[in-house]
Structures are given as C-alpha cells and as structure tokens.
C-alpha cells in the first residue's frame, strides 16, 4: 500500500505535505513528533487504512512542507495549519493521533475544538516531560548542527541511517532505513541535508534559561487546561521505557484529568513507540480476538461516513494483552461523525 501525495496551502501560505493513505471511512490524522515527517507512521497506517481516512500531516518546517522564513514554528502556528489543511480536505470530526510534539498539537487543537474530536490518541507526549528525556533530545540536536548553525551536511544516506541508529538505539532496522530516506534531501554539491529545519527552534535558543523556564511553564499550564477541555475517548500511549513521559504524569494524564481517559503501556519501546515496536503500537489499535479488524470490511461495505462507519471497538481493545490498561473508561469507543 502506497500513499498518495499532496501539498495544501497552511497558514500564512506555507505549503504543508501530507500523505493520504485512504480516502474513505472516519477522518483519522496523524501527527509526528519533532525531527520525523510524516512517513513515521507508514508501518502503522495501512493496518488502520482500510477502515479509516487515514492522512499523515508533515508539520511545518518538516519533512516536504515548506520551510517558514519568518520562524514562526510555535504550537499555536501548528494548530492554524492543521485548521487549514482540514478546511481544505472538508473533514469536520474526527479521530487525531500524535506523537511527542505532534502530541502536544493535537493536546491544544482538542482543546480549542472539543466538538470536533471524535477520538484522542496521544503517543509519548504530555503537558510535563521528563528532564532526562529532554536533556537527550538537546544533546542529539546540539550533535546534528553544523557551526555555522545550519543542519550538518552528510556523505550518504547510510551515514545518516548509522547516526539515527544511535538517537534510535531500539528502533527496527526497517524503520532506521525509512527515516534516513525519508528525512533527507540532496544538494546541488550531491551531499545531504536533514530536511527539518536547522532554525526550529531559533526562538527558544534566544532566549535565557530563566525565559526558557517560563515559557515551558506557561505551556504546561496551558496544556494541562486544554486536556481538561477534551470531552471525547482519549487513549494516553507510553513506551514502557520511555524517558519523555514519565509513569506518575501518564497516570495523571489518564485517570485525573481526562474526562474519558485510558493508559496503554507498549513493551520494547521507548520514546519512540512507532519505530521501536510497530507491532505493539498497532496493536493498540486492532480489536481483540473476539472481535478480530478483518471482520469489520463486512460492516464497512453498508457505507462510511455517516452512523455506520466503521470504528475500531476500542471499549475491547482495552482488555488486549499488547498493552496494560488503567482507568475506567465510560465510552463504548471512538464515534463516528454525524
């Protein structure tokens, strides 16, 4: 199964890249977490596809969507692309999915837009992250950079592919090969370059650490108070191993703030579950024995889109052995849109 391709015009006329897996059946979108693109998910979006209109979104300043030259790639500037690119693919409700920053979009889109959520999933992202997950990615970024403060330039594919192997230590092989494909783009002088934009977070290193510390503060605030808005099922992802989201904000995430939340747990897998344990994330998403994903083509063919579109049962996904699951849950599962 291959994607289609397509670029839509974001806010302030940025072009955003987007990959569309199917074009039928419950809008299910998907955001990646700083650094990744869109192909992140390609072991995961075509066990979802064949049920859901499934679109990968590249965020600004990532993957093939343009990058901004004024350096606008703050979450708000995020939420106003995701604004646009579903005005322009006419969806209304539907189920998001986001990963790390991706996550913390889709926290603020949910909040500002609580009725047009039909499900939340966040994978590894929280209003508070761990320090030592942070530390990390600051360091890896602080490797990447080149002294002139662009993006360091790269002989191969494969050499990139070994550095990612590093940032990446439990991630599958296939996927390495994937993200270094992906997330490169070739000169004119034949080396490479990361396609992320070497100035995202120009902003930030501007600032002092005390201006730093406040920002992050009023952010967390401001996502705790927007995951405290979202009314609909709200499944919270954690890599078992993961130094981003710690256990006791997972918990709180889950049980104290959600209305209608869930914890699933995913075995071998750190931060980034999708590449450490493709198998374990979806199954996150499949149907329990009982209820196996193959069935629902049969109910598919009565139409999607409206009251009888298919939608994974997640009220049994919860009960599957893939992941451990806590909280009490008072939805039957992710709706369809009306």
């Known amino acids: 199964m291959e994607p289609r391709s397509r670029t839509i015009p974001g806010a302030d006329g940025l072009p955003i890249h987007v990959l569309e897996w199917s074009d039928a059946g419950v809008p299910l979108v998907l955001l990646h977490g700083f650094g990744n693109e869109a192909h992140i998910y390609d072991d995961f979006a075509p066990h979802v596809a064949p ?6 979104i590249d965020l600004r300043g990532h993957g093939d969507s343009g990058h901004d030259p004024e350096r606008r ?6 939420v106003r692309d995701l ?6 693919l006419g969806v209304e409700r539907f189920v998001l999915v986001g990963h790390s920053l991706g996550g913390r979009i889709a926290t603020l889109f949910a909040g500002t837009h609580p009725e047009r959520m039909a499900g939340l999933v966040l994978v590894d992202s929280a209003p508070e992250l761990d320090a030592r997950g942070v530390i990390r990615i600051r360091q890896d970024v602080e490797k990447q950079a080149a002294p002139s403060g662009g993006s360091a330039t790269l002989g191969s594919v494969a ?43 120009a902003g930030a290193r501007g600032m002092t650490a005390q201006e730093a510390e406040e920002r992050e503060k009023q952010m967390t605030a401001e996502l705790w108070a927007a995951l405290a808005r979202v009314p609909c099922p709200t499944l919270v992802v954690r890599g078992a191993a993961s130094d981003i989201l710690s256990p006791d904000t997972a918990d709180k995430m889950a049980e104290e703030v959600l209305a209608k939340g ?6 071998r897998a750190g931060h980034s579950v999708m590449t450490d344990n493709p198998e374990g994330f979806a199954d996150v998403f499949r149907n329990t024995p009982e209820m196996p994903l193959p069935a629902m083509q049969a109910r598919s063919s009565s139409g999607v889109g409206g009251s009888s579109a298919p939608s994974i049962a997640f009220s049994t996904l919860w009960r599957s052995a893939a992941f451990v699951s806590r909280a009490t849950y008072g939805s039957p599962g992710f709706p369809a849109p009306s």
């Open 51 to 56: 049920y859901y209109r499934t679109l990968a």
């Open 73 to 78: 790639y703050d979450y708000p500037y995020h």
């Open 83 to 88: 604004e646009c690119v579903l005005a322009a």
């Open 159 to 201: 050499e990139y592919e070994r550095l990612l192997s590093l940032a990446y230590p439990a991630a599958q092989p296939a996927a390495l090969r994937r993200m270094a494909r992906h997330g490169l783009r070739q000169r004119p002088d034949g080396r490479y370059e990361r396609k992320a934009d070497p100035a995202f977070h």
């Open 262 to 267: 869930r914890l699933a747990i995913v075995a």
